[in-house]
T-cell receptor, first 112, second 116 residues
Framework: GESVGLHLPTLSVQEGDNSIINCAYS??????FIWYKQESGKGPQFIID?????DKRQGQRVTVLLNKTVKHLSLQIAATQPGDSAVYFC???????????FGTGTRLKVLA | NAGVTQTPKFQVLKTGQSMTLQCAQD?????MSWYRQDPGMGLRLIHY???????DQGEVPNGYNVSRSTTEDFPLRLLSAAPSQTSVYFC???????????????FGPGTRLTVL
C-alpha cells in the first residue's frame, strides 16, 4: 500500500545550526501533509502543516517545503535548540479521506 | 480545557482478556482517531470517526472495535487481547474542515498496553 517514509533515522546537529529533516511520500493523491514532534513518553505534537496547493509554509523557526514533482517533504528548523531534540514524524492524508499515514520518524539530537 | 485525555496510562492483560481504552476530548472536535505505535515505528491508524454515530476503519483495524455515541468520547475495545497488540495507543482529535485552515490533531498522552 501507499506509505510515507524518511531518509534518515537519526540526525545530529550542533546547537545553533539549522536542521533539515526529509520525508518521501508515494501517494500522489495526498493533499495534506503535517509534521509532528514527539518527545519521549509523550504524544505527538503538531508543528506545522501544508496543503498540496502550496510549496512552502513558514512558522516560528520552522519551514515546511513540499515538492510534489518528486513527492518530497522537508522540515527546516532554524537555530536548533536543545529543546528541539525529539523524534519528528511526517504524515500525509489522502484527498477526500480522513486517513492519515505516518512515516517511521527521524530522531533529532542536538549537540551542545 | 483538559484537551485529550486517555485512561488508563498503563495496562497489563493476559491473552484472551478484553478491555476498553478510554478517550475523551473537551474541544468539541468532530474528528477522533485511534493509533498504535510500536517501538521504532510511526503511528498506524486503527479506527477513526468524523462525528457521533460515524466510525470507519483505518490501516490496522483487526481485533479492535470502536463506537462514537457522543462527540466527546471515543472508546477503543480490544475483543480478545493478543501479544501482537502490545503497543502504545494514542487517541487524537481535531476539527473536521473541508478546505482551508489547519486540521491539527491533538494527541492524548497515550496508553501503554502489554499483553502477556
Amino acid at each position: 500500500g501507499e506509505s510515507v517514509g524518511l531518509h534518515l533515522p537519526t540526525l545530529s546537529v550542533q546547537e545553533g545550526d539549522n536542521s533539515i529533516i526529509n520525508c518521501a511520500y508515494s501517494n500522489s493523491a495526498s493533499d495534506y501533509f503535517i509534521w509532528y514532534k514527539q518527545e519521549s513518553g509523550k504524544g505527538p505534537q503538531f508543528i506545522i502543516d501544508i496543503r498540496s496547493n502550496m510549496d512552502k509554509r513558514q512558522g516560528q523557526r520552522v519551514t515546511v517545503l513540499l515538492n510534489k514533482t518528486v513527492k518530497h517533504l522537508s522540515l527546516q528548523i532554524a537555530a536548533t535548540q536543545p529543546g528541539d531534540s525529539a523524534v519528528y514524524f511526517c504524515a500525509e492524508r489522502t484527498s477526500g479521506t480522513y486517513k492519515y499515514i505516518f512515516g517511521t520518524g527521524t530522531r533529532l539530537k542536538v549537540l551542545a | 480545557n483538559a484537551g485529550v485525555t486517555q485512561t488508563p496510562k498503563f495496562q497489563v492483560l493476559k491473552t484472551g482478556q478484553s478491555m476498553t481504552l478510554q478517550c475523551a476530548q473537551d474541544m468539541n472536535h468532530e474528528y477522533m482517531s485511534w493509533y498504535r505505535q510500536d517501538p521504532g515505528m510511526g503511528l498506524r491508524l486503527i479506527h477513526y470517526s468524523v462525528g457521533a454515530g460515524i466510525t470507519d476503519q483505518g490501516e490496522v483495524p483487526n481485533g479492535y472495535n470502536v463506537s462514537r455515541s457522543t462527540t466527546e468520547d471515543f472508546p477503543l475495545r480490544l475483543l480478545s487481547a493478543a501479544p501482537s497488540q502490545t503497543s502504545v495507543y494514542f487517541c487524537a482529535s481535531s476539527y473536521r474542515r473541508t478546505s482551508g485552515g489547519s486540521d491539527e490533531q491533538f494527541f492524548g498522552p497515550g496508553t501503554r498496553l502489554t499483553v502477556l
